[in-house]
């Protein structure tokens, strides 16, 4: 499957934006898609991930009751809204997917076998 992120961009701090993940391919509902995002200079961080139902999802502590994770498996799109949104998760987001990941390892990059190109997302203060 090949993955095209969208939707970032320059936003003030509480305001909101919504990434899109588009797939590619026929199976996308077998699989489960995150978000990740990396700072400059820091490590890739989990966000939040859904499986190919739709029917789980999980958050990061730090972007808990401000972030929803949904898709849409007849358009092939994974979403990311964003509310209420600080300079913290100024980064660049990046959508990943895999087949069958183990329920314990959903917020390790090393689960996801297919990535997306990212998307900026900048917060100012």
């Known amino acids: 499957v090949q993955l095209q992120a969208s939707g970032g961009g320059l936003v003030q701090a509480g305001g909101s934006l919504r990434l899109s993940c588009a797939a590619s391919g026929r199976t996308f509902s077998t699989y489960t898609v995150g978000w990740f995002r990396q700072a400059p200079g820091k490590g890739r961080e989990f966000v939040a991930t859904?499986?190919?139902?739709?029917?789980?999802?999980y958050y990061a502590d730090s972007v808990k009751g401000r972030f929803t994770i949904s898709r849409d498996n007849a358009k092939n799109t994974v979403y990311l809204s964003m509310n209420n949104l600080e300079p913290e998760d100024t980064a660049v987001y990046y959508c990943?997917?895999?087949?069958?990941?183990?329920?314990?390892?959903?917020?390790?990059?090393?689960?996801?076998?297919?990535w997306g190109q990212g998307t900026q997302v900048t917060v100012s203060s």
């Open positions: 859904i499986k190919g139902s739709g029917g789980y999802t």
């Open positions: 990943a997917a895999s087949r069958q990941i183990i329920t314990s390892t959903l917020r390790l990059a090393t689960s996801y076998y297919h």
